[in-house]
């Protein structure tokens, strides 16, 4: 026997029975996924006054579940899914006005079916481009509804809106509270059922088509794959959920406008799968969550400059935490918990390797964070410009306690890049 087999005595064939058995057991729901839920749950209680702030989250969280599902893993990249957004959210609106349809469940189904109908029409047409051709047309489609509806402003309500809908009690029962606990439920409720229609795509054959379609194109009509036709259902489904979302968006706000169409709300989406980690299916949850209690503080913090804080914390995402949050923490429990198992199995596992060069890139980052932290301290400081001297004036402690902080930042986040993109020790061996 060689001595390579002697050193891993891993065969092909076991190789291949673990493959199977992770195909054959990976759907299977695991504890971790409950806890999303049941802190869920936990808000219900714990925060009873902020329910209203909870559903526009639970509601951002499922409009970025939809996304997940073309971008993340059929790899459709899209800056105008507001487009769907909005269609589900005049349905219900429209609906209620025009033709007395208040029934809010019916009208979600309504929604999702319209706004699917009209992704799988418009799927069909532009779904044959790639890159920035179709991100052009994506763009162009939503800025179309838009201003088609700010035209028929007599229907619409234009940018002013259609405020103070009313909508039947749910279920003809639970009538609607001042606080939105009850929309909190049902929010919840239709998040859970689309999550877990989404799981099932994403864990059936069909998904794997679409991840392979994201991978290799080329590979996938090779072996003869409908690869259009797959791609066309995707975001057919796609624009379901993001319409479904739309209307509850507008069911437990009780008015809507033509903003639900702007281009900021499909950026603001796709920040949210960015931090949280695309093709990860709770990335939508973490990413939706983290960007929405940030955007929240922040702007308590400065109205006029919050935006600064989020695009810092995405700046950084995307440098050290090309996976999103998610698969920063599959990196963590890789390097301390799961690789340790795998080492002992004999597959290897992450170690760190520090190398010399490694003082040169914290003393970098450590340098970025300070500059970040100094004009991050300045910008929250100076709202108006007759602060400007009570800034300057306190200037050296606030300057400290800013630099230093960044840099704090700034090194920790390059020392979690570093563990996380450390060599394998089967690799390590090698060199």
Known sequence: MAASDTKNPVAPADARARAAAYLFHRHNFRWPEALPWLIAIGCFFVFPERMTFGNQMLVMIMFALSLDLILGYA??????????????????????????????????????????????VVGWFILRYRGLTLLMLTIAFAAMLQESGNLRSDITGGYDGLPGLMFDPLLGTFQYDLYGHTNFIYVLVVLALVF?????????????????????????????????RRLVTAYAISAAIAGIAGALFTQTNAYVTLTVFDFENSA????????????????????????????????????????????LL????????????????????????????????????????????????????????????????????????????????SMPARALVFTLGGAAIGMAINLIYLFSTSRTAVEAKAS
């Open 268 to 311: 603001k989406v796709m920040v949210m799968l960015i931090l949280g980690g695309t093709g990860r299916l709770y990335g939508a949850f973490l990413g939706g969550a983290v960007y929405m209690i940030l955007e929240d503080e922040f702007s308590k913090l400065s109205p006029t400059f919050w935006q600064l804080g989020v695009g």
């Open 196 to 228: 877990f229609v989404v799981r099932r795509i994403v864990y059936s054959p069909f998904g794997q088509a679409l991840t392979g379609i994201r991978e290799n194109v080329r590979r996938m009509h090779a072996i003869g794959s409908p690869v259009h």
């Open 314 to 393: 995405l700046v950084c995402a995307v440098l050290f935490a090309r996976r999103g949050l998610i698969g920063l923490a599959d990196d963590v429990r890789w390097l301390f918990g799961a690789g340790k198992a795998r080492e002992r199995e004999g597959e290897g596992s992450r170690r760190f390797v520090w190398r010399p060069e490694h003082w040169k890139e914290l003393g970098w980052s450590a340098l970025d964070g300070a500059i970040l932290g100094f004009i991050a301290g300045f910008a929250v400081n100076v709202k108006f410009i007759e602060f400007l001297s009570t800034f300057v004036t």
């Open 75 to 120: 790899g459709i990249v899209t800056l105008g899914h507001a487009a769907f957004f909005g269609i589900g959210a005049y349905t219900v609106a429209l609906g209620s006005l025009q033709l007395g349809w208040s029934e809010p469940i019916s009208g979600l189904v309504a929604a999702g079916i319209l706004a699917g109908l009209v992704g799988a």
